[in-house]
DNA sequence: CTGAAAGCGCTTACAG
DNA sequence: CTGAAAGCGCTTACAG
């Protein structure tokens, strides 16, 4: 009988009915507490487990929540953000925390991922991560929303997408580290990373950028933004090493993202460029690798068990009905080595290796 | 209707009976083409899924596979080895390739997983993954074995533990990075790992160390095997501090996970132990990290690709009913600046900054 | 507190 | 090639 008792080998036992079977391992109240503890005996001694697609057919729903991965089709076949990455490990602990399994998958922006999850009854929901063309993505979400498909996406939040959304306080952070890099005393801040509606959170980030700027009374100069496409090591460095060739003096470099700071870093070493005595970079999200570049990067951490637990607790009163709302988490300012100190730049030691 | 067309709504538009239905949808040869079309086309405009909870019922299965990644228990919230993040990328790619969904599921070892997945319908097969103490899960995987759960797991092949293993070639990996460093004459290797039945993986690369320099006419000094009980970075910087405290002279780190190598990179920079020149530094597993350490860290690939397709297909396999059997997959020594050029030591100009 | 019965939405022998 | 029917293993009104 190996991993094949039914509710019915249970009742034969038991001596009861099928229905009191499934009534005691539910722990509905109705059932005799004694008729339970021998119930849950039988069911403990014979290995059985309630067959969820029965379970589920019967309830209507799946106890399932699908995690949906949009990745940078240009990647590598293994890589993925590790902002992601880390996004993906909250999401699943929260998840096996609210009693859910959660499918992952990867998906491409282009395909037919919309129709298929929720109304299969493979999942409750969906959760919908990464960084893709917003705009491109639009059409499905309302889709999704059409069909009452319950989902929340981590991302800008507020920007006119259909859904719900969760994302950390771009704008306040891009403001943040423009505000302490001009307190340390720079002054010609690049931005790296595509300031356009196609990728609205790194949009958010360089109009809070902008707006310290604003505030300390200069202006931001077009040459000093370099969009950079993908959020990816490779392209950081290719767009720092441009920013070198054209000429342009800067003395800091605010990267959209870790990954594309560390990039930048790459490149600056290349060409002899000190960090940060002759040139601070600062990046956003905290990523593991942060922490180990050299010099340690300076950057914003976007907390990812809160973000994940947001996403998941959102997302399951969202299925039970409740109403939910946008949420913007807060980021916040992890302070390393890479943005210097605030003394006359060019004369601090080289750093040694991490 | 959103969402909620059933075969029958379907069967009743196109003036067939349900059974045809479910035919047609399914691919069944016998079916008529054109009543089959028919069919697909309706079921189209009305965003009908075949229900998989009704389906996988009947067929008594579940067309999905469950991912279990044993943590370290000692580790952060978020934080998983990379190597496993990439092992997790390829396996969720070739199980959408082989059209089975994934659910992925962090388990402490001490947990009941074992009878859970398999009995409920809720996966037809596990994927077990991360290193944890074997020893300790043995009797978790002689049950699942009793119960007739298909499983494979990653990790040391023939190691007598009970079901399907696949692997890569730890012994031959572990040779080729001491043969290595022995060809750049190096001649005192630390061995950074815990070389204990408890973690064969790490075992079977400090075997193949040894056989390396046996081979060599060498002995391995005892004083030079550093056990590392879990793979992270701090882990490795604390075992470095403690081997340079020690006093023991060596000229090279074998580091049995990149973790490892770059938390003993991080020590010897602080102590002002120049990597590669006076130190040489290698690692296991290549991950993404690796390439952009400082400097770049010399490691073995293990190809999570394959490994992924390997882990998948042989679990597939093994649910149809197939005879499978334990793989090893070759590693592939890539040589970065962390193991040096075999030319004298310390006349190397120090690196520079990543 | 318990049981008999209906039904969730499919798949698949069986009969034609 | 198609249909009528059984049945996968549960959950839950309904009746007692």
Same sequence: chains 1, 2.
């Avoid at 129709?115 to 063309?133: F, N, P, Q, R, T």
């Avoid at 990373?193 to 790194?202: K, L, R, V």
């Avoid at 003395?251 to 594309?260: E, N």
Wanted: proline fraction near 4%.
């Amino acid at each position: 009988m190996k991993g094949k008792a039914t509710s019915f080998d249970i009742a034969y036992r038991a001596g009861v009915s099928q229905a009191t079977v499934s009534r005691a391992l539910r722990g509905s109240p109705l059932v005799n507490e004694e008729t339970r503890r021998r119930i849950e005996a039988i069911a403990r001694e014979l290995h059985y487990t309630v067959d969820k697609n029965a379970s589920n057919l019967r309830r209507q729903r799946s106890g399932t929540l699908a995690l949906l991965l949009f990745e940078d089709p240009t990647s590598d076949g293994s890589l993925i953000n590790p902002f992601f990455l880390s996004m993906l490990g909250a999401i699943t602990r929260a998840s096996a925390r609210q009693g859910h399994d959660l499918l992952i998958s990867f998906q491409q922006l282009s395909h037919d991922w919309h129709a298929d999850y929720h109304d299969s009854h493979k999942a409750d929901g969906l959760i919908l991560l990464g960084y893709g063309d917003y705009l491109a993505s639009r059409g499905k979400l309302e889709r999704l929303e059409e069909q009452g498909t319950p989902f929340v996406r981590w991302g800008a939040v507020d920007d006119g997408q259909p859904g719900i959304a969760i994302g950390c306080d771009n704008a306040g952070g891009g403001r943040a580290i423009t505000e302490h890099l001009l307190r340390l005393g720079r002054r010609r801040i690049a931005f790296l990373g595509d300031a356009s509606p196609h990728c609205p959170e790194f949009l958010d980030r360089y109009r809070g950028h902008c707006a310290a700027l604003a505030a300390a009374g200069q202006t931001s100069d077009q040459a000093l933004q370099i969009d950079a496409a993908d959020s990816t090591e490779e392209v950081g460095y290719t767009a720092t090493l441009g920013l070198l060739d054209a000429g342009t003096a800067f003395d800091a470099i605010f990267a959209a993202s870790d990954l594309l700071a560390i990039g930048a870093m790459r490149a600056l070493g290349e060409r002899g460029r000190r960090v940060p005595d002759e040139i601070a970079v600062v990046g956003f999200d905290d990523i593991p690798l942060a922490r180990l570049a050299s010099p340690p990067l300076t950057t914003l951490l976007q907390d990812t068990k809160i973000a994940g637990e947001m996403l998941v607790d959102t997302l399951l009163r969202q299925i039970r009905g409740e109403t939910v709302h946008n949420q913007v988490l807060p980021a916040q300012l992890v302070i390393r080595r890479s943005c210097g100190t605030g003394r006359a730049a060019e004369d601090g030691p080289p750093d040694p290796a991490a």
